[in-house]
């Protein structure tokens, strides 16, 4: 089992920026990959951003391409979300997801492990 903790989300101006960090526990974290997602009210998860065990590989959605970047400390067990120049449509709860292997890497089915979010509002 892999228990995951997400911080940092609040109330942010649209330009601004955030930094989201999910701490992890239970086994080795650098097993896995690590995936951020986030969920807007009425809409399905959706994935956000993804980076591969060691952090040698890292992936984004279109919509948060030059703006979000994903990193990983694994000997703080801890995988981070810098979030810059903010739009309000970035309002959602985001959630860190842990997976043992590559395939699926966007697709929040693949995921094994969630946290419980933490909420995100960029305002106008």
């Known amino acids: 089992q892999v228990q995951l903790a997400e911080s940092g989300g609040g109330l942010v101006q649209a330009g601004g920026s955030l930094r989201l960090s999910c701490a992890a526990s239970g086994r080795t974290f650098s097993n896995y990959h690590m995936g951020w997602f986030r969920q807007a009210p009425g809409k399905e998860r959706e994935f956000v951003a993804h980076?591969?065990?060691?952090?040698?590989?890292?992936n984004y959605a279109d919509s948060v391409k030059g703006r979000f970047t994903i990193s990983r400390d694994n000997a703080k067990n801890s995988v981070y979300l810098q979030m810059n120049s903010v739009k309000p449509e970035d309002t959602a709860v985001y959630y860190c997801a842990a997976k043992a292997n590559v395939l699926g890497w966007n697709n929040p089915s693949a995921y094994d492990y969630w946290g419980q979010g933490t909420q995100v509002t960029v305002s106008s």
């Open positions: 980076i591969s065990q060691r952090g040698v590989i890292t």
